[in-house]
């Protein structure tokens, strides 16, 4: 065998050998790999001997070790550094993948095994975390669907391979919307637009083979020209080309699509024994049911409601004072609200910019990690998968802990947005592997010689993902199927979120916000403007995100809509939603909820989350400041270093002795002193 990926890897911890390996090796690997664990699966089921939790459990858990080391690096590469020829590799990859999930999840020798275990389950002296694996992996199997019979179990299969082809088809028409819309500019039509927004509408009509500029409907672009453009009939054309994606009539309209697809997940529910696809979907997140969804979201969405009407009065007054004799409209809203940022908080972005370098801002939260958890980061020099990437040697007290990778820099073939993945997850079955993270994003990388510069939203970011970093770093389970991350969705984001209230404490970017020429820190006053200006206009955030949030939930609730667009209305009506604000994503290009499950009926999960990470924090200011020791210790031992260990819910209340309350949160969104 000479394929890199299936030799044993003789690197520098164990990490991918990404300078041997080239495009070719990866389908070979994947069918090598694939038999392989077919093979590794066939051992499991069709085992004479009666099941034991090791030869059944802990079998499962070694199964398909040679896939990982095939399609770890692979979709890593394919998210950072995409070319036509992983693309293809990924088309052919996804089906297959999808068939095998299937084959494990939807087996019924598999499932009888398992099952039997269960029942036995008192006697058989298992650990707790023995006892919580066997408990996921059953409730998986169940979930999966291995225990239908018959006509329940084909049309089940049929379900969902129908799902994964509309949640493609919904993903593509959306980005054929996105590509195929874009406004060309004239001279006289950039009024107001600052040099960076120009700067990106040039570049843009470049791509486009037009002249001058043009506005497109990439998020970097669209919603700063809705801020600074002063073209009130331009915003219109262009909001409203914004929000019609995936609703333009043709082939191309996601509507019936969306429709279609809420049906066939009420079906799935009603095969698997729910009453709806919310309750199924919401049974193993730590919210449990959509009536605890949608307590939180009406807890929030009151006081946000009341401060974003407020807001409205003042920017529909502000836009009067233009001259403008009219309602404020969807279009009207950043226009005004940057107008009045800039008045309050008196902030040129340009002033602040050389204060926020990245490789500070990555020292800086190097540096709360040491404080809070007694990590070290040392550089390393080793081979990784592109040379912009860097990689750190994490430890305790000289003991290895992890190996960090960050890859921070924007490139084309790099996918948008920032995530934290593992190339090498925690765990102790196989000896004492400890894990390999990466964080990626997509901040601009510098001309050549000079420091790269970050916005406050940028360092947010990095402080985000360097929280998902240290939940898979200090994982310290023997089941690789609890560790780090691997815990509801709804509460995935905590440590996350958690980690950005550091990048809040101002002793912190005191010492790390310093000017990338002369040196000096970012003075005290513009410290204090920057922090309070990155939690300006949270009444109309809250708004359209908790709308967002409820139609995911309604839509999965009781019987599936046949009209989602008048299901959509009737839900914001309901709602008392403000005129000059509409959904975050509406149902025609709502992704998060169509292209795929993840986050079906879950899209509150990040405000969930948020409650908990504003709650958490506050136990560190009540116990002594954001540093103190004792909290920082129960964080670990209770949150970061336990995984799936237990349920969400339990963990938090060892943690913190009780479960939060929504107060905090109201408090973080200056939304709690609003009548
Ligand atoms: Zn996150």
Redo the contacts with the bound molecule.
Sequence with gaps: MNNPLLADWTTPFGLPPFADMSDDDFAPGFEASLMQARAELAEIIENPEPPTFENTIDALELMGEAMHKVLSPFYTLAGVDSNPAREALQREFSPKLAAWGSEVSMNPELFARVDALWQDREKLKLTPEQMRVLELTRRGLVRAGAQLEGFAFDRLKQVKERLAVLGTQFTQNLLADERAWYMELDPEDLEGLPGFVLATAKAAAEEKGAVGHVVTLSRSLIVPFLQFSARRDLRERAYEAWTSRGANGGETDNRSIAAEILALREERAHLLGYDDFATYKLETEMAKTPDAVRKLLMEVWEPAKAQADLDAQSLAAMMNNDGVNDALEPWDWRYYSEKRRAEEHDLDEAELKPYLQLDRMIEAAFDCATRLFGLEFKALDVPLHHPDARAWEVTRKGEHIAVFIGDYFARSGKRSGAWCSALRSQQKLRGDIRPHVINVCNFAKPAKGSPALLSYDDARTLF?EFG?ALHQMLSNVTYESISGTSVARDFV?LP?QLFEHWLEVPEVLQKYATHAETGEPMPADMLQRMLDAANYDQGFATVEYVASAMVDIEFHSGDAPEDPMTMQAEILEGMGMPPAIRMRHATPHFAHVFAGDGYSSAYYSYMWSEVMDADAFAAFEEAGGAFDAATARKLEDHILSVGGLREADELYTEFRGRLPGVEALLKGRGLDKVA
Excluded: A, K, Y
Aim: hydrophobic share 0%.
């Design positions: 985000h998902h984001e996350s």
